[in-house]
């Protein structure tokens, strides 16, 4: 089916968004937007298909678009053996002890921001805390300056902001296209300097990694250590505002959390569902396939909408209800099957300790009344670019 896609915007918290969706989902689960040829689905079921099947709906979109510049080396964009090849030389490096030994720094780093702002009655939640401190946390991991996390910032803005409309765009963006040439350029320095200087951080780990004899390149390791810093920070920045901005609409879920931190890490898991940060999934199909009554022919764009899929009332119940104590919660914010993404422990861990932390120092919190919250301007996330908040 084709139909011209008017999707609502989000500035709302999704609300309006939410109920369009639901109607998605009844009445036109899979459908072509012919001003961006490209197939939409909208349910759980058919999205967890699109990611459990790489043979079919295969991630690398440049057999239907030209955006070899921007994805190459990353592991997101590709399909198995090389998937696998490099996901297993990525892993030997960006192990689980490798984040949960971050775990120290992330409570020291989570207390001194918050310490800048403890006597304040209001603060931008996401420029004072959410956004530095993922910021910091995989820049030292990666072992690049932290203070050049004014860079990071300016890549990010000129990536995700206004010229960032559509990605068969992106190639007439000028800016956008040397954003990611000046982000390339910067790491792929720090990786040619570890090949030569090798140090105690991932970068080095990645460049030395080696599985069956093969090693990673550095368009590879650049690919990598890309996707972890600007995926990995917008995760966590989206993630405590969006927490934060649900808290205030549930303020007895605060409360409950406050009183029983065990809650937490449940309350993370129900935020990345309720406000997903990733709205899209994109594959490519290879043949002819079948989702929810509707065939898409081979070599069509299909996106996945997250967002709708954690809240299908056909997996989920009462899916507009804010739960913290959502059991069991298969949300699919992280993705799923082969390309569930690599930093979500890191998300997850930093997550859990800047909001007991955010708990334990603010015993009210709340969002600025009359406040703007302004959105990324990419139709790839859904995230406050600044959320003030008050505290008495």
Known sequence: MS???????????????????????????????????????????????????????????QRVMPVDQLI??????MDPPKHRQMRKLVSQAFTA????????????LTKELLDTVTDRDDFDLVADVAYPLPVIVIAELLGVPPSDRHLFHNWVDTMLGPAYNQLTDLLEHQEVMSAYAALHEYLADHVRDRRQHPREDLLTRLAFAEADGDRLDDDEIVGFASFLLLAGHLTITVLLAHAIRCFDEHPDAYAELRADPTLIPSAIEEVLRYRSPFLP?????????????????????????????????????????????????????FGHGIHFCLGAPLARLEGRIALQLLLERFPVLHVKPGTQIPLYGSPEIFGPKSLWVITR
């Open 3 to 61: 139909l011209p896609l008017a999707r609502p915007g989000l500035h709302d918290g999704g609300h309006e968004y939410f109920a369009w969706a639901r109607t998605m989902r009844d009445h036109h689960p899979v459908v072509f937007d012919e001003a961006g040829a490209t197939w939409h689905v909208f349910r759980y079921e058919d999205a967890v298909t699109i990611s459990s099947d790489p043979a079919t709906f295969s991630n690398e979109i």
């Open 72 to 77: 190459r080396g990353n592991i997101g964009a």
């Open 97 to 108: 002890r490798t984040v949960s030994e971050l775990a120290p720094r992330i409570a020291t």
């Open 281 to 333: 999934e994109r594959r490519v199909t290879t043949r002819d396939v079948e989702l929810s009554g509707q065939v898409v022919p081979a070599n069509s764009l299909i996106t996945a909408s997250l967002l709708s899929a954690n809240h299908d009332e056909r997996r989920f119940t009462e899916p507009e209800r804010f739960d913290i104590r959502r059991d069991p919660n298969p949300h699919l914010a």
